[in-house]
Protein backbone atom coordinates (compact mmCIF):
# COMPACT_ATOMS: atom_id res chain seq x y z
CA UNK A 1 0.00 0.00 0.00
CA UNK A 2 1.32 3.49 -0.95
CA UNK A 3 -0.55 6.17 0.75
CA UNK A 4 0.80 9.57 -0.70
CA UNK A 5 0.51 13.20 1.78
CA UNK A 6 1.61 16.59 1.83
CA UNK A 7 2.06 16.52 5.43
CA UNK A 8 4.85 16.36 7.33
CA UNK A 9 6.81 13.51 7.67
CA UNK A 10 5.96 12.46 11.84
CA UNK A 11 2.15 13.71 11.04
CA UNK A 12 1.92 11.44 7.74
CA UNK A 13 3.57 8.41 9.83
CA UNK A 14 0.87 9.08 12.74
CA UNK A 15 -1.77 8.84 10.02
CA UNK A 16 -0.38 5.61 8.85
CA UNK A 17 -0.22 4.45 12.41
CA UNK A 18 -4.10 5.35 12.89
CA UNK A 19 -4.79 3.60 9.80
CA UNK A 20 -2.77 0.60 10.75
CA UNK A 21 -0.56 0.70 8.02
CA UNK A 22 2.10 1.27 10.48
CA UNK A 23 2.63 -0.56 13.40
CA UNK A 24 5.24 0.94 15.29
CA UNK A 25 5.61 -2.27 18.21
CA UNK A 26 5.81 -4.54 14.93
CA UNK A 27 7.28 -2.96 11.86
CA UNK A 28 10.62 -1.91 11.24
CA UNK A 29 10.61 1.94 9.56
CA UNK A 30 12.94 2.43 7.00
CA UNK A 31 12.94 6.16 7.21
CA UNK A 32 14.18 8.23 4.23
CA UNK A 33 13.94 11.53 5.68
CA UNK A 34 15.83 13.92 5.12
CA UNK A 35 18.98 13.56 2.63
CA UNK A 36 20.65 15.62 1.22
CA UNK A 37 22.45 13.88 -1.50
CA UNK A 38 22.41 10.93 -3.36
CA UNK A 39 24.90 9.70 -1.27
CA UNK A 40 23.03 10.48 1.36
CA UNK A 41 20.11 8.24 0.02
CA UNK A 42 22.36 5.26 -0.68
CA UNK A 43 23.75 5.37 2.89
CA UNK A 44 19.93 4.68 3.62
CA UNK A 45 19.25 2.30 1.78
CA UNK A 46 22.19 0.45 1.77
CA UNK A 47 21.71 0.21 5.93
CA UNK A 48 18.57 -1.25 5.49
CA UNK A 49 17.23 -5.21 4.92
CA UNK A 50 13.28 -4.93 4.02
CA UNK A 51 11.24 -8.10 5.39
CA UNK A 52 7.19 -8.22 5.61
CA UNK A 53 7.03 -6.39 8.59
CA UNK A 54 8.94 -3.52 7.28
CA UNK A 55 7.28 -0.15 6.36
CA UNK A 56 9.49 2.58 4.14
CA UNK A 57 9.13 6.50 5.01
CA UNK A 58 10.28 9.14 2.36
CA UNK A 59 9.70 13.04 1.69
CA UNK A 60 9.69 14.40 -1.21
CA UNK A 61 13.29 15.78 -1.38
CA UNK A 62 14.85 12.61 -0.60
CA UNK A 63 12.90 10.82 -3.01
CA UNK A 64 14.28 13.82 -5.32
CA UNK A 65 17.57 12.51 -4.83
CA UNK A 66 16.67 9.01 -5.18
CA UNK A 67 15.24 9.95 -8.61
CA UNK A 68 18.43 11.20 -10.05
CA UNK A 69 20.62 7.90 -9.74
CA UNK A 70 19.19 4.69 -11.53
CA UNK A 71 21.34 2.94 -8.92
CA UNK A 72 19.21 3.97 -5.92
CA UNK A 73 15.83 3.90 -8.30
CA UNK A 74 16.55 -0.14 -8.22
CA UNK A 75 17.67 -0.11 -4.57
CA UNK A 76 14.35 1.76 -3.78
CA UNK A 77 12.40 -0.30 -5.52
CA UNK A 78 13.54 -3.37 -4.26
CA UNK A 79 12.85 -1.86 -0.96
CA UNK A 80 9.56 -0.50 -1.19
CA UNK A 81 8.76 -3.96 -3.46
CA UNK A 82 9.70 -5.87 -0.05
CA UNK A 83 7.79 -3.56 2.38
CA UNK A 84 3.78 -3.54 3.86
CA UNK A 85 3.54 0.04 3.37
CA UNK A 86 5.46 2.91 1.56
CA UNK A 87 4.50 6.38 2.85
Not at 16 to 30: H, I, Q, V, W
Request: hydrophobic share 45%; charged share 15%.
Amino acid sequence: VWMITGDRSDTALNVAASCNLFRPDKDSLCALLGAESTEDVNHMLGSFLPSGESVVAVDGVTLGFILQSSVSSARFLQVCGAARAVI
